[in-house]
C-alpha cells in the first residue's frame, strides 16, 4: 500500500470541486454506478439514481459549501482510501437560514477498466452529538 500526502490528491479535490458546484451531475461523473453514500441520519444510499434523487432534492433546498481537508490517502491496486475532516455551511433557498457542521469522513476510489478513477463510497459523520446532515 502507498501513502501520499499530495499528487494522488488530486481525486480529493476533484470531487470536493465538484459537490461545491451544487451541481447533482458534475457530482454524478465522478461516481462509480454502485456507489454508496453513508450520510448522517440518512439511510444509506446505493448507485447513482439514489444519489441523484437525493442530491436534487439537497441542492434544491440549499446552497452549499464544503471545506474538506484530506488527512491521508492510500492506494492499493485499483482502490485508494481518502480520510477527511470538514466544515460545512448550508443556507436555505427559500429563508437564507444557516447551518452548519463539522465532521469527518472516508471516502473510497476505485479504478475502472477504462484506467479512470472513481468514488465508490463516502461515508460521513457529524462532530455534534445527534445531529443530522
Not at 15 to 31: G, K, P, Q, T
Not at 99 to 127: F, H, Q, V
Request: include cysteine; charged fraction near 30%.
Amino acid at each position: 500500500m502507498t501513502t501520499s500526502q499530495s499528487g494522488e490528491g488530486a481525486l480529493h479535490r476533484r470531487y470536493v470541486e465538484a459537490i461545491n458546484s451544487n451541481d447533482v451531475d458534475h457530482i454524478l461523473a465522478l461516481l462509480s454506478d454502485d456507489v454508496v453514500f453513508q450520510a448522517p441520519g440518512e439511510p444509506e444510499l446505493i448507485g447513482k439514481d439514489a444519489i441523484r434523487e437525493w442530491g436534487n432534492s439537497f441542492f434544491e433546498a440549499f446552497d452549499a459549501h464544503w471545506d474538506k481537508t484530506e488527512l491521508s490517502f492510500e492506494r492499493s491496486g485499483d482502490l485508494a482510501i481518502s480520510r477527511y475532516i470538514y466544515s460545512a455551511r448550508y443556507t436555505g433557498r427559500d429563508d437564507n437560514a444557516v447551518m452548519e457542521e463539522t465532521g469527518k469522513g472516508t471516502c473510497i476510489y476505485r479504478r475502472g477498466e477504462d484506467g479512470s478513477w472513481r468514488l465508490a463510497i463516502d461515508s460521513w459523520s457529524t462532530n455534534e452529538a445527534g445531529a443530522e446532515g
